[in-house]
């Protein structure tokens, strides 16, 4: 078990281009969560997986941001046209269902839009 | 809709003794998850410790305990014998249970949030 990755850890980028930041879960984690987190607050739900199926999104989540999870292993989260306001900390967390659903956090992807 | 208020931004505590962060939330839902979870500054969430809303004992985790009271809504954690490596961000979260999930998939919605100090 070699906890949940992400990267890359730290992205900066102009306004208007795009990113994608990858998830890696717990290895036969079948739920998958994004959150994002912004300075002096808890982080906010975004989407979820279940194996390969996105059931969830968040109204926080604009048209501008899509995020897949093929073959239910690793997940991507793209950010078309990135705004100031997509500045923070995204991050993914991976629970199995038997475990009572506990969630287990990846360390983040900082995110600098200038 | 549910939601966690954490009330205390900022709590200090001297090492080797004991804090009581507060936490209190609103769901009109009868079974849940409750949850803390601490962030230290490298920022990496970590669970601490978690509580089914259907048990009645309070959970214990080593230095960590909770005081959970259902009618009161209510959700502190006890840090005893208080170590610097405590020093964090410490968050409450909510969770619907897996047969209740409503319009939720099971996602955590998370309080503000407390940094607590730890003085040598």
């Known amino acids: 078990d070699t906890g949940v990755s992400q990267n890359p850890r730290h992205k900066i980028t102009k306004r208007g281009q795009n990113v994608t930041f990858r998830c890696d879960p717990i290895s036969e984690h079948n739920r998958l969560y994004w959150y994002r987190q912004t300075l002096g607050q808890g982080p906010e739900f975004l989407t979820y997986f279940q194996n390969e199926a996105q059931l969830e999104k968040s109204r926080l989540l604009s048209d501008r941001f899509s995020a897949e999870r093929p073959k239910g292993s690793f997940s991507t989260l793209e950010i078309q046209r990135t705004e100031q306001g997509d500045s923070a900390m995204y991050l993914c967390?991976?629970?199995?269902?038997?475990?009572?659903?506990?969630?287990?956090f990846g360390p983040g992807t900082r995110l600098l839009v200038l | 809709a549910q939601t966690v208020t954490q009330s205390q931004p900022e709590m200090s505590v001297q090492e080797a003794e004991t804090v009581t962060l507060s936490c209190t939330y609103d769901?009109?839902?009868?079974?849940?998850?409750l949850f803390w979870y601490k962030q230290p500054p490298s920022r990496q969430m970590i669970l601490v410790i978690r509580?089914?809303?259907?048990?009645?004992q309070n959970a214990t985790e080593n230095r960590f305990s909770v005081n959970f009271q259902k009618a009161a809504k209510s959700f502190s954690l006890k840090i005893s014998d208080s170590q610097l490596g405590d020093a964090a961000m410490y968050f409450c979260?909510?969770?619907?249970?897996?047969?209740?999930?409503?319009?939720?998939?099971?996602?955590?919605?998370f309080g503000k949030g407390t940094k607590l100090s730890v003085k040598p």
């Open positions: 769901t009109s839902e009868s079974d849940y998850y």
């Open positions: 979260a909510y969770r619907s249970s897996p047969g209740d999930y409503g319009g939720s998939q099971g996602n955590l919605i």
């Open positions: 509580q089914e809303a259907y048990k009645q």
């Open positions: 967390a991976s629970s199995l269902t038997r475990n009572q659903e506990t969630q287990y």
